[in-house]
């Protein structure tokens, strides 16, 4: 599942404070975080987003490298005996 992640708040989060603590785990790479603020907690998210982005673009930009790849027609032409 890409992108999802899975947060849990401490209990000594206050958002009326501006004061988060908790988990963060990326489910697809479990990679995870124990945050003690806000700050922590989105930069987290944003290292994540960035490496999917280049990640992403060195995909695209092996796929547009490659050769195009001609398309076999799977139907057997009959031949006629």
Avoid: H, I, Y
């Amino acid at each position: 599942m890409r992108g999802a992640f899975v947060v849990q708040l401490g209990c000594e989060t206050k958002p009326g404070e501006g004061k988060f603590e908790g988990w963060v785990k990326k489910v697809d790479s479990c990679t995870e975080l124990r945050f003690r603020s806000g700050e922590e907690l989105l930069k987290f998210f944003g290292q994540r987003f960035d490496l999917a982005m280049a990640s992403a673009n060195k995909a695209r930009a092996c796929e547009t490298k490659q050769a195009p790849v001609e398309k076999k027609n799977c139907r057997s032409k009959r031949r006629s005996p």
